[in-house]
């Protein structure tokens, strides 16, 4: 997965920053008087001070005088504001189309293996995803980053297409543990149409879902979520796909591929399917009481 530059690398954002940091310093302010002189909180100073938060061009205008800056340093201060939010406003946009790349390059993937194994660990898969949580999903996934309404709207277009695979008739098996219909992540009424999205799933004859109770016998660790296409037995294009805080991971290696499907099933083994699983579900539904 192609990691996307952090805001605070774009060269003028991170000048701007050690600009007013430095005219802070010059002035023997401390952010809490220079909050005081803006009229701020001093919580947003610091973040302008650390380069966390972008300010705009009105902003260091005002930094710029507090801290007795001179004409031209001003006028190039804000310059830099004015350029960094420009880039800053592009590299978001980049964000999205490379997410719906990535949805697709998972769609390719779903639609070469002969079967498809989904562990969410703490959260749905997905591939059962509804449109609500697989929002939160995306916005949780990148806490720097604020999507533009229509680009947001165009990756969960591209998720929720992904899912025209479960009536394909491939044989699909869902895993999540109890956490992930515990999680307050979506709204009481977002989360019984998720729950009552994985029972309809449930009950389509190619699909498995399953739900390790918290009161199962667990033979192995959980570890992390991952997704396993295709068995190396049969499709020479079986790959493992797993998420780390700060890259992807693409396991092809044969041997590790046979590892992540044993796991799989070994975590499976203790899981509530079926008329058992639809119960358990219809009881959990009774505990989302949160608006």
């Known amino acids: 997965m192609t990691q996307q530059p952090e805001p605070l690398r774009i060269p003028e954002r991170h000048e701007l920053a050690v600009a007013l ?86 769609a390719e993937h779903e639609a070469n293996a002969t079967v498809i194994r989904l562990f969410g660990a703490d959260v749905v898969p997905g591939l059962a995803q509804t449109r609500p949580y697989a929002a939160r999903m ?69 699909v498995q879902v399953g739900v390790i109770p918290f009161a199962a016998n667990e033979r192995v660790h959980q570890y992390h979520g991952y997704a396993i296409y295709g068995d190396p037995a049969v499709d020479a294009s079986a790959v493992v796909l797993a998420e780390t805080l700060t890259r992807g991971l693409t396991i092809r290696a044969a041997d590790e591929i046979n590892q992540y499907i044993e796991h799989y099933r070994q975590l499976d083994s203790t899981a509530l399917h079926g008329d058992e699983l639809r119960t358990f579900l219809q009881e959990i539904a009774t505990k989302v009481i949160w608006q």
């Open 21 to 106: 940091h430095s005219l802070r310093q010059d002035a023997r302010l401390s952010t809490t008087v220079l909050a005081e002189r803006l009229k701020w909180s001093q919580s947003r100073v610091s973040r302008i001070d650390r380069g966390v938060t972008l300010p705009t061009p009105d902003d260091v205008d005002q930094w710029a005088r507090a801290t007795n800056a001179d004409p031209d340093t001003r006028r190039h201060l804000m310059d830099l504001a004015e350029r960094a939010q420009v880039q800053l406003t592009e590299w978001k946009r980049e964000l999205a189309p490379g997410r719906r790349r990535k949805q697709q390059e998972m």
């Open 138 to 206: 995306f916005q949780l996934g990148r806490a720097d980053v604020t999507d533009e309404t229509d680009d947001l709207d165009a990756v969960l277009d591209a998720r929720l297409a992904r899912q025209r695979i479960l009536d394909s008739g491939k044989r699909i098996e869902l895993l999540m543990s109890e956490f992930a219909l515990h999680r307050h992540l979506i709204s009481g009424a977002d989360q019984l149409d998720q729950i009552n999205r994985l029972i309809e799933l449930s009950t389509k004859p190619n």
